[in-house]
Each structure stands twice: as structure tokens, then as C-alpha cells.
């Protein structure tokens, strides 16, 4: 409903005791079938914007691989702060715009180019770690490219399954799933995606929103508790 499954999943496994770049294979790889349900979910509510599809799946082909490439090596210290200050100011104001994510707004051609080249930072994030790219994803489609967020829930499902089999297939080349726990997850999340799925399309863009946005705060000041802790 938020796009924020993986805050919940790729912590507690990494909690749990698994070493982190596994947790986070592991988790990406079993998001997959999730991800099939919300899309055809989503797909049947004719929500996504196909015009876009062309230029983000490229995108987040591209930032996913680079992402999932520093995982083995970039300290993940480097990014949770940033990125959680970011959340934090952003999603609260996002909330309170009242007409922010409801109507559909046509911007300029300067304002996408940027929203284009932000998308692409998020989706390095989202290859890197992934909890919390999703939501970042849609709120930069809602911020640059004036779609609803439904609409941008719905247009970010194709490139973020893009990214995510791309991820997954460098952690599987790395050896860094646990296949036996993959399995598991993926029958549960599967689930979860189309129940999720099928709240969303019977809300409207309001409770899309107030869903993503919340989740959105919450990951910021996760993200930041983690840095200090």
C-alpha cells in the first residue's frame, strides 16, 4: 500500500543475525513475486502512465546495478543519514499539502529533466539498500512529474521489478541468498502484495498518500536511529 515492505523485512532478517548483504539479496529476490501481484493489480485499475515506462525502466536498470554493485563495498553509514534528512523534511510537508498527490499536474520539460536525474540517484539507493527506495521513487514522481500517487505507485512498479531482478541476479551471482529463506518469503510477500494491492485500488489517492508518506517519515527517522545507534 506504501511501498515500504522491505523497512519491516530487511532489517529484522539482518537482526536476526544474517550478515547484511545476504539479508538484503535475500529479500530483493523474494520481493519479485509481490511485485507481479501489485502490477497486475494495478495494471487491471489502468493506473500506470505508460508514457514514462520507457525512460525510468532504463534508469532504474542502470542505477540498480551500481547500487547493488557498492553494497559489497561502500559503508552503508555514507548514506542513511542523508537520505533520512531528506524523508524526514520531505514527507511531512508532503502531508500537508493538501492538494499535493491528488490532482494530476502537467509540468515543465526543466522540472522532469531534474526529476529524471533525482529518479536516478533514488534508484542507486534502491539497488544499495532498497528499503525505502520505493516510497522515495513515487514521491519523485509526485514532485517532478505532477502524476497522482496512484498514478505513481502504479508507474514505478515496472521499473522497480526491473531493478530488482537485475539486483537480485548480481547477489545470486555473488552467493549472497539464502534460497531456502527466499522461498519462504516469497509465498508470504506474494500474498501481502495483493491484498495490499487490492486496499489501494479501492481507496483513492488520498489514502495512497497518507500511506506513503507516512511511511516515508518513518523510514527517515529509522534510518537516522540506525546511523546513531
Same mark, same amino acid.
Given at each position: 500500500?506504501?511501498?515500504?515492505?522491505?523497512?519491516?523485512?530487511?532489517?529484522?532478517?539482518? *537482526?536476526?543475525?544474517?550478515?547484511?548483504?545476504?539479508?538484503?539479496?535475500? *529479500?530483493?529476490?523474494?520481493?519479485?513475486?509481490?511485485?507481479?501481484? +501489485?502490477?497486475?493489480?494495478?495494471?487491471?485499475?489502468?493506473?500506470?502512465?505508460?508514457?514514462?515506462?520507457?525512460?525510468?525502466?532504463?534508469?532504474?536498470?542502470?542505477?540498480?546495478?551500481?547500487?547493488?554493485?557498492? +553494497?559489497?563495498?561502500?559503508?552503508?553509514?555514507?548514506?542513511?543519514?542523508?537520505?533520512?534528512?531528506?524523508?524526514?523534511?520531505?514527507?511531512?510537508?508532503?502531508?500537508?499539502?493538501?492538494?499535493?498527490?491528488?490532482?494530476?499536474?502537467?509540468?515543465?520539460?526543466?522540472?522532469?529533466?531534474?526529476?529524471?536525474?533525482?529518479?536516478?540517484?533514488?534508484?542507486?539507493?534502491?539497488?544499495?539498500?532498497?528499503?525505502?527506495?520505493?516510497?522515495? $521513487?513515487?514521491?519523485?514522481?509526485?514532485?517532478?512529474?505532477?502524476?497522482?500517487?496512484?498514478?505513481?505507485?502504479?508507474?514505478?512498479?515496472?521499473?522497480?521489478?526491473?531493478?530488482?531482478?537485475?539486483?537480485?541476479?548480481?547477489? $545470486?551471482?555473488?552467493?549472497?541468498?539464502?534460497?531456502?529463506?527466499?522461498?519462504?518469503?516469497?509465498?508470504?510477500?506474494?500474498?501481502?502484495?495483493?491484498?495490499?494491492?487490492?486496499?489501494?485500488?479501492?481507496?483513492?489517492?488520498?489514502?495512497?498518500?497518507?500511506? +506513503?508518506?507516512?511511511? *516515508?517519515?518513518?523510514?527517515?527517522?529509522?534510518?537516522?536511529?540506525?546511523?546513531?545507534?
Amino acid at each position: 500500500m506504501g511501498g515500504s515492505g522491505g523497512l519491516i523485512i530487511t532489517p529484522f532478517l539482518i *537482526a536476526s543475525g544474517m550478515p547484511v548483504h545476504i539479508a538484503i539479496g535475500s *529479500a530483493k529476490l523474494s520481493s519479485l513475486g509481490m511485485w507481479a501481484a +501489485t502490477l497486475l493489480k494495478f495494471k487491471n485499475a489502468d493506473k500506470i502512465q505508460w508514457k514514462y515506462i520507457s525512460t525510468l525502466v532504463p534508469i532504474a536498470l542502470i542505477g540498480g546495478s551500481i547500487g547493488s554493485l557498492l +553494497t559489497l563495498s561502500l559503508d552503508k553509514e555514507v548514506i542513511y543519514p542523508i537520505v533520512g534528512l531528506v524523508l524526514i523534511i520531505i514527507a511531512p510537508l508532503g502531508l500537508i499539502k493538501k492538494d499535493f498527490g491528488i490532482n494530476n499536474i502537467e509540468y515543465s520539460a526543466s522540472r522532469k529533466s531534474l526529476g529524471y536525474t533525482i529518479y536516478f540517484l533514488i534508484m542507486i539507493f534502491g539497488g544499495f539498500f532498497g528499503a525505502g527506495a520505493m516510497t522515495l $521513487a513515487i514521491m519523485s514522481l509526485i514532485t517532478f512529474f505532477g502524476l497522482t500517487a496512484f498514478q505513481s505507485h502504479a508507474t514505478q512498479i515496472i521499473p522497480w521489478v526491473t531493478l530488482t531482478i537485475i539486483s537480485s541476479a548480481i547477489f $545470486a551471482y555473488h552467493g549472497s541468498i539464502d534460497y531456502m529463506l527466499s522461498a519462504t518469503l516469497f509465498l508470504s510477500m506474494t500474498l501481502g502484495g495483493w491484498v495490499g494491492a487490492h486496499f489501494a485500488i479501492k481507496g483513492s489517492d488520498k489514502w495512497v498518500k497518507i500511506f +506513503t508518506f507516512s511511511f *516515508a517519515f518513518l523510514i527517515g527517522c529509522k534510518l537516522l536511529f540506525e546511523t546513531i545507534s
